[in-house]
């Protein structure tokens, strides 16, 4: 009798830990399949030879002074056995400002034309005589990044700095986030649905929060243009200031162009403006 | 009050002009107005009274001169990006040693994992 009972409490115990095995590896599936699902996420929005200019300007108590030129160039780039994407992103400071603080920055990534998974990045940047060069080499297999920093010292003099960074299966870098943003299902998502995505910057990884506040028609160079009003926040972090002062107007169309930005920082606030688009997918 | 109200003017009057030479000449308005601000009621205490008349006189000089040429830089300077061959010339040389390091990337086995 007693062994009866015994066997039987083994044999409840032994079907609720085969139940919850099944449960927990239907979850765990269900999970990979999803995540690839995002990770691997089609690339519907940004095709090669699309080109958008900017200028950028900061906000001096309600007086705009136009800082620089910012693009954002996209080409195709052939290796042997395959074709890949190049987003490329610059900043350069106008003529007047040059002799004051120079710009010139590049920021590159290069990425699977389908899905915009990253696999090779570069900064390069000049600001005032500061120099920095950044390269990450992404290795999606082992979920590593194989970073480069190479700095100038003051005597002009350079050293290098390299490390291997484990990164989580979502993370990108910033030019390829800001591309991802834009090949989002924006017209899916109700109004004030958010959405966090990692990004790999100075070696760290970061939360970017994307979150949709309205849609608004504003009065652009490329014309009137109804936009999805976004805003940005970085989690733990203080380069942006403020709560919903970060702001991002992309089109309400395929192209989902980034018309507008506007953004709140340690030394006041700026605003990025579209002066031209070409070469659109749709 | 005069001599604070010049001091202030003489302060703003030259903050306007030297911002007036810098990239950042549209703020320049700002100083103006204030060294404007200060050099009237200067010149109405002044009034029949011959001391500091010649101060408050440059005052308004320096700011009609900051004034102007901000004016003059607001309508006709136009913003033009400075010289990129550097860049243009550093972009090349990343992307021919991108392509290096992505030579034996297999695109097609990646995407369709």
Known sequence: MIKDCIFGIINVSIIVITTKRITMKFLISTLIILSSFFSLAQNKTIAAGEKLTYSASYNMNGILNELAEVTMQTSEVKTSKSTLLKLKCTAVTYSNWDSFFKIRDLYESYVSPKTLTPFLYNRDIYEGGYKKFMKYKFNHKTRTVASLKRKTRRDGTEWEEKKSVKIGGSTRDLVTTLYHIRNLDIHKASIGDSQSFTVLFDNKESVVSIKYLSKETINTAIGKKECYKLSISINNSNVLKGNNDNLLWLTADANKIPVYAKFKIAVGNGELKIKSATGLKH | ?113
Do not use: C, H, W
């Not at chain 2, 030297?18 to 009034?47: C, E, M, Q, R």
């Not at chain 2, 913003?79 to 991108?98: H, Y």
């Open chain 2, 1 to 113: 009050m005069k001599k604070l109200l010049i001091i202030l003017g003489y302060i703003a009057a030259i903050l306007a002009l030297v911002l007036a030479v810098t990239p950042l000449f549209k703020i320049a308005y700002i100083p103006s107005i204030l060294a404007l601000i200060f050099g009237i009621p200067a010149l109405v205490t002044s009034k029949g009274q011959q001391t500091g008349k010649r101060a408050i006189q440059l005052v308004f000089l320096m700011t009609i001169i900051a004034l102007a040429l901000t004016t003059y830089k607001a309508v006709f300077t136009e913003s033009e990006v400075g010289n990129t061959e550097q860049l243009e010339q550093k972009e090349d040389q990343l992307e021919e040693e991108s392509i290096d390091e992505l030579e034996g990337l297999d695109l097609d086995e990646i995407d369709n994992e």
